[in-house]
């Protein structure tokens, strides 16, 4: 069963510097990721995918890695930004299961200027 | 850019009263989803729906919980009897097509708490 009242992990970087961002998923089945950033008060807004049959995708400033292994994601976020503050997750998606995103509990990225 | 409209931004609404909260996919869009997401937790799916039926649901949509596509263009999430842990941030999202890799867009959310 879930856990309640999640603490939500928290990530402070100075502008400038790059940012990791790690999630762990649950379910050795999920084929599709994507990270998405929610700013406050919004929904999730999408920033890259990936799938399984890959390990490393690159985007504008970002790069998703993905070791199947140990089920285990990462977003790796270039020369962090202001703007780049928000809470990230990672969402896995079962393709033959249907199109619904499971997420993680996020993490919120805190950029100082 | 094309973007998925949900209305109210915010609703308060008593305990045991109906709530409808309203969405406008993608209009080129054929999959249609709801998500809430409580304060501080994270987003959990609800429920998907495709050719005006449900395609899926989680264990969340109950028997309290009801889609509708009733034009064209909206697709509503009703809650019939609000209970005070159904206070939460509700997400409308669409997808094109079959493979959610095609684009899959979130609205802003409708905030609803329940007194």
């Known amino acids: 069963g879930e856990s309640v009242g999640l603490h939500l992990p928290t990530l402070s970087v100075q502008e400038g510097d790059n940012s990791i961002i790690n999630c762990a998923y649950s379910?050795?089945?999920?084929?599709?990721f994507i990270w998405y950033k929610q700013e406050s008060g919004k929904g999730p807004q999408f920033i890259i995918d990936?799938?399984?049959?890959?390990d490393k995708r690159q985007g504008q400033r970002v790069t998703v890695l993905l070791n199947k292994t140990v089920k285990h994601l990462s977003l790796q976020i270039a020369a962090t930004q202001p703007g780049d503050s928000a809470v990230y997750f990672c969402?896995?998606?079962?393709?033959?299961?249907?199109?619904?995103?499971?997420f993680g509990t996020g993490t919120s990225l805190t950029v100082i200027p | 850019e094309p973007e998925v409209t949900q209305t109210p931004s915010h609703q308060v609404t008593q305990m045991g009263q109906e709530v409808i909260l309203r969405c406008v996919p993608i209009?080129?869009?054929?999959?249609f989803y709801w998500y809430r997401q409580i304060l501080g937790q994270k987003v959990e799916f609800l429920v998907s729906?495709?050719?005006?039926?449900?395609?899926?649901k989680s264990e969340i949509f109950d028997d309290q919980f009801s889609v509708e596509r009733p034009d064209g263009s909206n697709f509503t999430l009703k809650i019939r009897s609000t209970k005070l842990e159904d206070s939460a941030m509700y997400f409308c999202?669409?997808?094109?097509?079959?493979?959610?890799?095609?684009?899959?867009?979130f609205g802003s959310g409708t905030r609803l708490t329940v007194v």
């Open positions: 209009s080129n869009h054929l999959y």
């Open positions: 990936i799938r399984s049959n890959m």
């Open positions: 379910n050795s089945a999920s084929d599709y």
């Open positions: 999202a669409s997808s094109p097509r079959t493979g959610v890799s095609n684009g899959y867009t």
């Open positions: 969402a896995e998606n079962i393709s033959n299961t249907g199109n619904q995103f499971y």
């Open positions: 729906f495709y050719n005006n039926e449900i395609s899926e």
